[in-house]
């Protein structure tokens, strides 16, 4: 059965830092596309970062770029999203998701057909 489960939400301070998780099971995520996508409430869920099957083939949605780093732990079966100077505005459920091929709209959700439970994210002090 393949299956990503999403792991280091929590709540934390603006300008805190959380690391997120996306453990794989049933599959090797290094043959995979991953996005990380959030979604608050009332509101749409939005792409935030894309890391292609090659090397540094990464995206970043503007609202993050600079903040969020995704990486991949291959021998762990892992991506990571890395969150830095985290904002109110930056509170949601964060998903991870996985497309085999590298979609044309990195970013859209749509696009990717395995996803995560979610893990929330909150940003207050």
């Known amino acids: 059965q393949l299956q990503l489960v999403e792991s280091g939400g929590g709540l934390v301070q603006p300008g805190g830092s959380l690391r997120l998780c996306c453990a794989a099971?049933?599959?090797?995520?290094?043959?995979?596309?991953i996005g990380w996508f959030r979604q608050a409430p009332g509101k749409e869920r939005e792409g935030v970062s894309f890391s292609g099957r090659s090397a540094g083939n990464t995206y970043y949605a503007d609202s993050v770029k600079g903040r969020f780093t995704i990486s991949r732990d291959n021998a762990k079966n892992t991506v990571y999203l890395q969150m830095n100077r985290l904002k109110p505005e930056d509170a949601a459920v964060y998903y991870c998701?996985?497309?085999?091929?590298?979609?044309?709209?990195?970013?859209?959700?749509?696009?990717?057909?395995?996803w995560g439970q979610g893990t929330q994210v909150t940003v207050s002090s």
């Open positions: 099971s049933g599959f090797t995520l290094d043959s995979y596309a």
């Open positions: 998701a996985a497309i085999r091929a590298n979609p044309l709209r990195v970013l859209y959700w749509k696009s990717y057909d395995l």
